[in-house]
């Protein structure tokens, strides 16, 4: 069984600093995926960054990165220079095997509501 | 192709009514999966079809709840006789299956459900 979790519910940030949301995992997968989704209050789930396991290097989009630590099992967001735009949801969510019994469904975290202050 | 569309994107229902919410994936992708969730909470899978085949159900999915993809292109969710605890936003996802990077999965805009 896959576990995702994102312990901060709430986060605060001002405008242009840096932010960090936390996500842990569980898996007993040896190939696996992690993902960042951003969820307005329109309800879209939006795509921003993506972690392969077996990637050797952090994953970078814009001003998205993602800090992986595989050993310690977890799978950080940092969001540099923040805008008013990005309050909003984030969910952490990971893929088990795909080509395995997990048909490749994704595991949520419940997610952290972030608010920008100006 | 403009994505995964869902319909409708809001559905407000009185206690026992049946409901059924479509979805339609990007055309040439063979992997679709639905996803619900409440307010406040990450999306939890409920089922999951590989072109027509519908592959996996998650327990979530009691026996109220049926899904088809027909000729393996779009989806549709029914529920039957629905209850207050109905009440949330059903998400449409879609995958090629090739490739699970940045470009492998497409969500829709997801259905809210109101249960009265």
């Known amino acids: 069984a896959q576990k995702i979790t994102q312990t901060q519910p709430g986060m605060f940030v001002q405008e242009k600093e840096a932010v960090t949301l936390d996500c842990t995992y569980d898996?007993?997968?040896?190939?696996?995926?992690l993902f960042w989704y951003k969820q307005p209050s329109s309800g879209e789930m939006i795509f921003l960054i993506y972690?392969?396991?077996?990637?050797?290097q952090n994953a970078t989009e814009g001003r998205y990165s993602l800090n992986f630590q595989k050993a310690r099992k977890s799978a950080n967001l940092v969001i540099s220079a923040s805008q008013l735009g990005d309050s909003a949801m984030y969910f952490c969510?990971?893929?088990?095997?795909?080509?395995?019994?997990?048909?490749?469904?994704?595991?949520f975290g419940q997610g952290t509501i972030l608010t920008v202050h100006p | 192709d403009t994505g995964v569309s869902q319909d409708p994107r809001h559905k407000i229902t009185k206690r026992g009514q049946n409901v059924t919410f479509r979805c339609d994936p990007i055309?040439?992708?063979?992997?679709l999966y639905w996803y619900r969730q409440t307010l406040g909470q990450g999306p939890e899978f409920l089922t999951y079809?590989?072109?027509?085949?519908?592959?996996?159900k998650s327990r979530l999915l009691s026996d109220r709840f049926s899904a088809e993809r027909p000729k393996g292109s779009f989806s549709t969710l029914e529920i039957q006789r629905t209850e207050q605890g109905d009440s949330a936003m059903y998400l449409c996802?879609?995958?090629?299956?090739?490739?699970?990077?940045?470009?492998?999965?497409?969500f829709g805009s997801g259905t809210r459900l109101t249960v009265v």
């Open positions: 055309s040439e992708h063979n992997r």
């Open positions: 996802a879609s995958s090629s299956g090739q490739s699970v990077g940045k470009d492998g999965y497409t």
């Open positions: 972690q392969g396991s077996y990637d050797e």
């Open positions: 969510a990971m893929r088990g095997n795909a080509g395995g019994t997990s048909y490749g469904k994704l595991t």
């Open positions: 898996t007993s997968d040896q190939s696996y995926g």
């Open positions: 079809f590989q072109n027509e085949a519908q592959l996996e």
